[in-house]
């Protein structure tokens, strides 16, 4: 990298170590640390929403989508757009379905609302799962950045891996959730502003323009958004993308301490309810933007044909290789903050979110002795140290996948929001289910995932319908069982919307 693109870099790195120190001057109390002291304004929640959605992954493997099919014959065109079709009806049921419990007294985390309906078992379950799973699936995240700057830098995986994960790690370490949110507004602007600009710069690089993209992009069937295909085991279909995406966002951003983190920090449940809708919006135009950029990169060296074999081979090295041989001078270090941007955003809610769970689900329930509001705080740093460093094994560990990055990510994460989905609609929409019968209907909706994505004959995008309606239909029918052996209602308490 030259000289101002080092500089650009490193303006963007001390601006979000900036926001963390001017964050870190009111944190008093654990509300202050993770909520913001919930007066964050709806506007900024949006921004933070979609940052956090957005992560490297998005920047270089939703390009790589529309670049290239993968295997399975998925990909290569915008059909990624069914996904985001369901998100905006996931986002709609979350506001109806789950948004209002969530604002019936003060929750640090969500699985404060299991706790209250069944028992602190069934919370400290579901948040294990979140622990185990975010650490996961932000762990390949953070792999999937360091392609990036391995591309760009010339840095080895590990040292890209420790350089991005200990600035993030400083800022949200300093600044709690207030500076994760504001941090992301920050990063939001850097990484459209990046991503617009490579865009226009692969554009006016193509001979013939606009023209040349469309007629290449027609030719090779880039533009074909709906696939009304039945296959069950072929993702990115219109029934996978609305049915299995709407369930999907329901349970990522209705149950997933990530999202919900971020409503809890708004003054009110309408503010949250405009921030969750209005970010749905927003995140369909930058899908877009991206798909665009990964036709673009397609027509660019399909007339250009300089790619070499061993990233053509691997999609998601297309667009880092792009942004190595062909960006100008400056361009170059903005793109750069733009991926750390993309990356930074997530991570740092994530380890956030992380170290909440971690603190209420747990360290105050295993604490001794009356609470002390400082020392909380600084066991809640601590945490978002301890699980920096997860992640950051786990970036290692995954540094070696051969599969898309994009279809890694979200396969996690359905695999145990179903099931975890599944609990929170025993708790919220039903009378008798007890907290026995709710974990049992958890591990049958975990052993049915597991069934299922051994026969390989089932998309992902299934996994969360699977999960939450086999969870469900379980827990509920077990307290049906046991209440008939017991000769009386199952004692499960009232859930917190009274019904």
């Not at 695999?415 to 039903?430: A, E, Q, R």
Request: proline share 3%; hydrophobic share 50%.
């Amino acid at each position: 990298m030259h000289t101002l693109d080092l500089i650009v870099l490193g303006i963007y790195l001390a601006g979000v170590v900036g926001v963390g120190w001017w964050c870190s001057r009111r944190q008093h109390d654990l509300r202050d640390y993770f909520l913001g002291g919930r007066q964050v304004p709806w506007w900024a929640l949006l921004a933070s929403i979609v940052a956090t959605e957005t992560s490297t992954v998005t920047f270089i493997s939703v390009p790589a989508f529309a670049f290239a099919a993968n295997a399975r014959g998925e990909g290569g065109n915008f059909s990624f757009l069914s996904l985001v079709l369901g998100s905006l009806v996931g986002r709609l049921l979350v506001v109806v379905l789950l948004l209002p419990s969530y604002f019936r007294g003060e929750l640090f985390t969500v699985y404060e609302l299991l706790d209250r309906r069944f028992s602190r078992g069934v919370r400290q379950t579901a948040s294990a799962v979140f622990l185990v799973t975010r650490s996961l699936a932000d762990g390949v995240r953070l792999m999937a950045t360091a392609l990036v700057l391995v591309a760009l830098v010339a840095w080895s995986d590990p040292t890209a891996i420790v350089v991005l994960g200990v600035v993030t790690m400083v800022y949200t370490w300093l600044g709690g959730m207030r500076a994760v949110i504001w941090a992301d507004v920050l990063q939001l602007g850097v990484y459209l502003a990046g991503a617009g600009a490579a865009a226009v710069l692969l554009w006016q690089s193509i001979p013939g323009g606009w023209e040349t993209v469309v007629t290449t992009g027609h030719q090779h069937g880039k533009f074909q958004i709906l696939d009304f295909t039945l296959d069950p085991g072929r993702s990115y279909t219109f029934w996978a993308g609305l049915i299995g995406g709407a369930f999907l966002t329901t349970a990522t951003h209705g149950t997933d301490q990530l999202m919900v983190q971020r409503y809890l920090c708004a003054r009110n449940a309408r503010q949250a309810a405009l921030a969750l809708l209005g970010s749905g919006a927003m995140v369909l135009l930058q899908f877009t933007l991206f798909l665009g950029i990964g036709l673009l990169l397609f027509v660019f060296y399909d007339r250009a044909g300089t790619l070499p074999a061993e990233v053509a081979a691997r999609p998601d090295r297309v667009f880092p290789h792009y942004m190595a041989t062909a960006l100008p001078v400056g361009l170059k270090g903005l793109v750069v903050a733009a991926v750390f941007a993309a990356a930074m955003s997530t991570l740092s809610s994530s380890l956030n979110s992380l170290a909440a769970a971690t603190m209420n689900d747990f360290y105050k329930a295993w604490r001794v002795g009356p609470a002390d509001p400082h020392r909380e705080v600084r066991v809640s740093q601590w945490l978002t140290l301890f699980w920096g460093g997860i992640l950051m094994g786990v970036a290692w560990g995954a540094a070696h996948l051969t599969t898309r990055v994009v279809d890694t990510v979200l396969a996690l994460a359905s695999f145990t929001n179903g099931p975890v989905l599944g609990l929170f609609l025993l708790g919220v929409y039903t009378r008798r289910v007890d907290g026995t019968s709710a974990l049992m209907g958890l591990v049958a909706g975990l052993v049915g995932l597991l069934l299922v994505w051994s026969t390989g004959k089932v998309s992902w995008q299934w996994y969360v319908v699977v999960g939450s309606l086999l969870t469900a239909g379980v827990g509920w029918g077990a307290s049906m069982v046991r209440a008939r052996h017991t000769h009386g209602p199952c004692r499960g308490g009232v859930p917190p919307d009274g019904q």
